[in-house]
């Protein structure tokens, strides 16, 4: 089968990369931008680090942020709304993940109204139009949602979260800027950047890895592994390690899928409002011993990604044992916790297995699995 490989058609990197924003609008004739961001990053000045530029060039924009972590379908919709009373031309999107999926089903169905219920766009969505011209501008290290075909939305109704995959979503411009970065606090960081582990290691082993995703999944492991640690303690190399390895990994899972821990760690954000990050952190060694009987070989290179000492000498098994070792010494050493203690309660174990076992990142989980077998790896970690 052929691989397909989507990425930004232009995308900017290292510290000063917003100077590019304003150029990029005003070489293509944008008059104003919808810049979508949420409350925290205008109270912390984040926001503002771009739109002052604006400012300063007598630029127009206005300001969209109803929108909170692991965003709703209401923040789409009243963002759809909004946007059209703006009179904009372009979104800017400037937040971690979910300021940036919200602009993402925003700029989709204002080009394709046919999916106002924003329900409809669940899985592969089959929009005929490209969203609205987007530049999206990380600000956690993270998601790397600039870079990828998805986005994520909460059905507050039905307590899930769900996948919307569409190429029509891509941002053309990605704007990576470690300065964008910089305010995160520690547990945001460790969080975030687990999450950005999380999806280079999946990617790595999920169902559809091809060559090309290989090449960039081994690297975003290499520059996580080498930088999270440093991002926490907020140094400009770990800042801008962690910047490049997160959106590596995105150009790598965003075209070939993810695995049971994403899916696993969906539900829990759905229903108790888990950082997406440190869900997915809790989770993912235990994704990996489950993979091990089907996956375990592919261990190695991640390993060895990771500067695991010793790693050649080792047989298959050991080196597998030892990468995940790794693994849980880095989630530990940013200070996230290893189990889903005071987290997931046992009533809810049956519901979550069950929309794990639906959500779209499950197919691409190395190991095929059941309801049965997720129920029991959530209740490993209570
Ligand atoms: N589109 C994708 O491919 C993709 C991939 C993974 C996850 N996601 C989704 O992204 C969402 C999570 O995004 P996230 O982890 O980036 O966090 P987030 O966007 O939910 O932000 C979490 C909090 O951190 C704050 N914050 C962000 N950047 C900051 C900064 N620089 N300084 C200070 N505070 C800052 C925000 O204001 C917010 O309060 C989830 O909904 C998840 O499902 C999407
Ligand atoms: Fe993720």
Sequence with gaps: MANRIVLNTISYHGKGAIENILPELTARGYKKAFVCTDPDLLKFGVTGKVTALFDAAGFAYEIYSNIKANPTIENVQTGVAA??????????????????????????????????DVRSLEGVAPTKKHAVFTIAVPTTAGTAA???????????????????????????????????????????????GMDALTHAIEGYITKGACAISDMFHLEAIRLIAANLRGAVNNTPEGREGMALGQYIAGMGFSNVGLGIVHSMAHGLSALYDTPHGVACAIILPTGLEYNAPVAGKRYRAIGKAMCVPGIDMMDDEQAASA?????????????????????????????????????????GNPRDTSVEE????????M
């Design 146 to 192: 600039e870079v990828t075909i998805n986005y994520v939305i909460t059905d507050v109704e039905k307590k899930r979260k769900f996948v919307c995959v569409d190429t029509n979503d891509i941002p053309e411009i990605a704007v990576v800027d470690p300065d964008m970065m910089s305010t995160m606090p520690k547990g945001l960081t460790a969080a975030t």
């Design 83 to 116: 946007f059209e009373k703006s009179g904009a031309d372009c979104i800017v999107a400037i937040g971690g993940g979910s300021a940036m999926d919200t602009s993402k089903a925003i700029g989709i169905i204002a080009n394709n109204p046919e999916f106002a």
């Design 323 to 363: 990468t995940i070792a790794a693994v849980k010494q880095l989630s530990a050493d940013v200070g996230i916790p290893a189990d889903l203690k005071g987290i997931l309660k046992d009533e809810d174990v049956q519901f979550l297995s069950e929309s794990a076992f639906a959500d779209a990142c499950r197919p």
């Design 374 to 381: 997720i129920k029991a790896l959530y209740r490993g970690l």
